[in-house]
């Protein structure tokens, strides 16, 4: 201990932290300290004794936040001899070269463990969504890293990404959406564009044929990245009637039903009696099937009518053809679907110049419904509800469509010759085929870049245009609007959709250019850049091939050049041709500013995926995946904030990165508070590879003579009258929705937040999944405006009228714009309207919630010289209130939250790092009296010492409880208040984080005693 204390500067370690250091010097440990009681001292000294140990080896030091990884930098620079030890500080705007050239220089490292814009479209399992729409199906739970907000998601999904040399689906474990306030924009050759962060890592090959992951921001113009040139997954045979399930259409196959109705009667499992009418009346369709399958009926087609039996039968197969697939691309491209009063709904094809298409479009409809379609002015007509509402359910929008249309789901789940024959009608409807390429266009921009993925499908590489027209399409004059195109050409492209048989009259010019070019490939776009790749071999395989073929790098020439060569470049060569990537270079980089939130995933063992076609990795722990360095000499691990270290956070994979390469191990991981679930802490202690806990608190018999007195105080509010008569109406609402929930065997148990996020989520995913029962819509509706009616609920009971009104406003706001159909539903009650009213007249005769003038009393008393007093509340409209309240008894006042900007106009908050770091520095320069705190200053920041903590409101964390406590009475007395309002949900919350923290000390406490014990047992059988 004395070796090691020589070499502290300006401190003295104390008994327990003594204690404590000696025990992690021989075990692995997990340290839980309270705030303020010197987890960093403890960290310092065990560093000191493992260099001292192993002069050769480094330490790591990992802390989840930015200020956090500085802040014990610092101590550690402080407290340090200058000569003993060089040390650096590794962060995510650290440049990876940089990083490995440091890890290598140093012996201390302090790190951070460490993506894509939401417009960014994917590709899962069900087709192309955008990044942001496919992140809506997942409860995203806020975490707060430090400075910022961070929301995460464990999740389970199927993606496209860069697997096995194909392009197929990997596994994604996680979704992160966070704020960055920097983005690089990339336009390439095909039209492609990529917003991401700087550090987003892109797949590139150098000129020799090296692939490898470049920073975002080290690209330059010219420079290629990868693409891909295809989408190897399997299709299948789509049954159709699942995706009429929920129609009106009723079964008019007579023969069927009476089969169906005596196979139930033979096998009694279902009582006859009450299916027993459709004998001699239409069945609904969706009976039909749900007793098809519990009895076992097979049927290759049926017969289906109208809701109303009036409208003539038409026959549906059973599994989607490609006569099907042809006809819903032919309608999208040139057909509507029109509801003509008095008469029923209509189907018309209006290709009105193209009588051979007009043949074909009528002779396939005949075929497959047995519908004859009429010859009117505005082309093809068939007056018939129940094959328009076939063919609506099928994706074919009704009325005015051209901007809406868009690629069936299904359709991107169906073979290629059911693509393929989709493809034709579209292209016999809308495309064109010039000398040299082909083009489908549309208004619709979904449609189009729906119809680019579609054709990834065929091994059709293209791009998207988009100009205004004026002009016709197909001779058909049309209005001036924009207009999307999809583009492709080449003869690999050319010969792929010739297979699709388009109509031959269109592609007359095409036809002709292909049969009498004499070299195809020359002018190809499809290259490989590897000039020096080439040039090598050409070196070491002289006159086997002509040398203009090392000129144009097209695939067809480096094919050639393959077939006569050999060598190990030759191979290489060879690996690089069968990999289904285009490479494409990069036309436009640029520079973007402004706060936008960015999303990524983690997946699990390919670590990319695929955005906008482009090969994109997922975001010191990529450091590690991607071998820049190793833990092999690094003798002392230290993880900061340890009650992270579960499931997929970086943590968890640095510690078993660790475990499998350090030879002199010792891990150490250091937490307030690990939190009162048993599993998770003995999850954290089996990812550290705990063998033992140093547990100490405020009342442990060695902490004791250390820590100052705190004195606690719960003042207790009374809730107002007035707000009770808001509160009624609301509540009204709010126990509808909730029994609605309940009646619908959805919701089960208390109507918590939690309970009603959860229930949220199994309703989205069972609707994402392709469930679209009524039942399940009505029951989304209904979470939707509980969850909503709830928030208003407790900011009425426990924060301020102002935040209230903030928050009705933008449910007002939410609904005028139809951002938010729940928010519509609200909007249009009476109740809610009453409520609003009632607030606003409270507001307007100056009154607010009772806890501010209480707060105002409690910091007038406790105001004297040089005092500092810290408010935690939960939402940032009251902290905004509470600082213009303080600010008016001239108190010195701040708020203080996180770096995204949140609210509208003059509302708008949101702190930079730079103005977070000058707010502490004021405040420790007794500039500022107090600071209006939300969760940002319960972690992660070094905020000095204060007088007083209230807690605006409590709240139902154990862990955030103790956090803000321990901002004060750890050098100096201190005082903590908290604010209840009487017969609300702080009182329920305020048990909750009492429970929950007394349990986590019975838990920790056990599960020192078992790991102890199990180290025993070890000893005694050694």
Not at 284 to 308: I, R
Not at 906 to 915: A, R, V
Request: hydrophobic share 35%.
């Amino acid at each position: 201990m004395e070796n090691v204390k020589k070499y502290v500067k300006n401190i003295i370690p104390r008994k327990y932290q003594e204690e404590i250091y000696k025990k992690c010097k021989s075990h692995n440990s997990l340290i839980v300290l309270p705030t303020g009681l010197g987890k960093t001292l403890i960290a310092l000294m065990l560093a000191i004794d493992r260099i001292c140990r192993y002069p050769e080896s480094k330490i790591l030091f990992v802390a989840p936040t930015r200020p956090l990884a500085e802040q014990h930098f610092k101590t550690f620079k402080e407290s340090l001899p200058d000569l003993f030890a060089s040390m650096e500080l590794f962060t995510g705007s650290t440049k990876p070269k940089k990083r490995q050239m440091l890890w290598n220089k140093n012996d201390i490292i302090f790190s951070t463990p460490q993506c894509v814009e939401g417009k960014t479209r994917i590709f899962t399992e069900k087709g192309p969504i955008s990044i942001e729409k496919f992140f809506e199906k997942f409860g995203l739970a806020e975490k707060n890293y430090g400075e910022e907000k961070v929301f995460e998601a464990d999740i389970n999904e199927k993606i496209l990404g860069y697997k096995n040399n194909k392009i197929n689906f990997v596994n994604a474990v996680k979704a992160l959406k966070f704020p960055v306030k920097h983005q690089i924009e990339i336009k390439t050759e095909q039209k492609n564009c990529l917003k991401c962060t700087p550090e987003h890592p892109l797949l590139t090959i150098t000129s020799d044929g090296k692939m490898e992951w470049k920073r975002a921001d080290e690209f330059k113009k010219g420079d290629y990245i990868a693409s891909i040139n295809e989408i190897d997954t399997k299709g299948k045979n789509l049954e159709i009637l699942p995706l009429l399930k929920n129609s009106k259409l009723k079964v008019a196959d007579v023969e069927k039903t009476k089969e169906l109705l005596n196979l139930i009667k033979r096998k009694k499992t279902l009582k006859l009696k009450k299916y027993s009418r459709f004998r001699y009346n239409f069945m609904p369709l969706k009976v039909f099937l749900d007793l098809s399958e519990k009895v076992g009926l097979n049927y290759k087609k049926l017969k289906l009518t109208d809701w109303q039996g009036k409208s003539k039968p038409i026959k549906i197969p059973k599994y989607l053809n490609n006569k099907i697939s042809y006809i819903v691309g032919a309608m999208l491209g040139d057909g509507h679907i029109g509801n003509r009063d008095g008469h029923g709904k209509e189907v018309v094809f209006s290709d009105l110049d193209n009588k051979e298409n007009q043949n074909h479009f009528k002779k396939t409809i005949f075929d497959v419904f047995g519908i004859k379609m009429k010859e009117k002015r505005k082309g093809l007509v068939a007056y018939n509800s129940a094959l328009a509402e076939f063919l609506s359910l099928l994706g074919v929008q009704k009325g005015k469509k051209s901007s809406k249309i868009k690629v069936p789901q299904y359709m991107f789940s169906n073979n290629v010759a059911g693509i393929q024959c989709f493809l034709k009608g579209v292209f016999d409807t809308d495309g064109h085929a010039s000398k040299h390429s082909v083009s489908i266009s549309s208004a619709s921009k979904k449609f189009i870049q729906d119809i680019k993925w579609l054709c990834l499908k065929l091994k059709i590489v293209g791009s998207i245009d988009y100009r205004i027209n004026s002009g016709n399409i197909n001779r058909r004059i049309i209005k001036s609007k924009g207009l999307y195109t999809f583009r492709f050409s080449g003869k690999s492209n050319i010969n792929k959709f010739v297979k699709i048989d388009p109509e031959k009259t269109k592609c007359k010019k095409l036809f002709k250019t292909i049969k009498n070019t004499k070299r195809p490939y020359t002018r190809s776009k499809e290259i490989i850049p590897v000039p020096e790749l080439v040039k090598n071999i050409y070196k070491k395989n002289p006159k086997k091939f002509e040398r203009y073929l090392c000129k144009c790098l097209s695939k067809d020439n480096l094919n050639k050049i393959a077939n006569v060569s050999k060598g190990k470049n030759v191979n290489k060569l060879r690996q690089l041709l069968e990999m289904p990537i285009r490479w494409v270079k990069i036309k436009e980089i640029k520079k973007k500013t402004g706060r936008e939130w960015v999303y990524d995933f983690t997946v699990k063992h390919d670590h990319n995926f695929i955005t906008n076609t482009i090969i994109s990795h997922n975001c010191i722990n990529n450091d590690l995946e991607k071998m820049r360095y190793k833990l092999n000499n690094t003798s002392l691990l230290i993880e900061d904030e340890a009650h992270r270290c579960v499931k997929n956070y970086a943590y968890t994979k640095i510690a078993k990165k660790y475990k499998e390469q350090a030879k002199n191990q010792r891990i150490v991981g250091m937490t307030a508070s690990p939190g009162s679930d048993k599993q998770k802490l003995k999850k954290i202690c089996e990812n550290l590879s705990i063998e033992t806990i140093e547990h100490r608190n405020r009342k442990s018999e060695d902490v004791k003579e250390y820590i100052q007195e705190r004195e606690f105080e719960i003042i207790k509010i009374d809730f107002p009258k007035e707000f009770k008569e808001i509160e009624k109406p609301i509540k009204k609402i709010y126990d509808k929705k909730v029994g609605e929930l309940k009646n619908r065997k959805l919701l089960f148990g208390n109507a918590t937040r939690k309970n009603l996020i959860q229930t949220q989520n199994k309703i989205m995913s069972a609707i994402q999944s392709g469930n679209k029962h009524f039942n399940l819509l009505a029951g989304a509706s209904a979470t939707a405006m509980a969850i909503k009616l709830q928030h208003a609920l407790e900011l009425l009971e426990t924060q301020t009228l102002y935040s209230l009104k903030s928050y009705m406003n933008k449910i007002f706001n939410e609904a005028k714009r139809e951002k938010s159909k729940a928010s519509q539903k609200i909007a249009k009650k009476d109740e809610y309207k009453k409520a609003y009213g009632k607030v606003m007249k409270l507001l307007g005769s100056g009154k607010e919630h009772p806890k501010i003038e209480e707060l105002k009393k409690l910091l007038t008393n406790e105001n004297k010289e040089n005092s500092k007093f810290m408010i935690f509340c939960q939402m940032r409209d009251t902290a905004t209130k509470i600082n213009q309240e303080l600010n008016k008894i001239d108190i010195k006042s701040k708020t203080f939250v996180g770096q995204t900007k949140k609210g509208e106009g003059k509302n708008k908050t949101g702190l930079s790092q730079k103005e977070q770091q000058q707010i502490i520095r004021e405040f420790s320069n007794n500039e500022v009296d107090c600071l209006v705190a939300t969760s940002i200053g319960e972690e992660g920041l070094d905020i000095p010492e204060v007088n007083a903590v209230i807690f605006y409101e409590p709240i139902p964390s154990a862990i955030r409880s103790i956090q803000r406590r321990g901002r004060t009475a750890r050098l100096e007395k201190g005082k903590l208040f908290i604010l209840m309002t009487k017969g609300t949900r702080d009182e329920a919350y305020y048990w909750s984080a009492f429970h929950k923290e007394k349990k986590m000390h019975h838990s920790i406490n056990n599960m020192k005693r078992n790991i102890e014990k199990t180290q025993k047992d070890k000893q005694e059988k050694l």
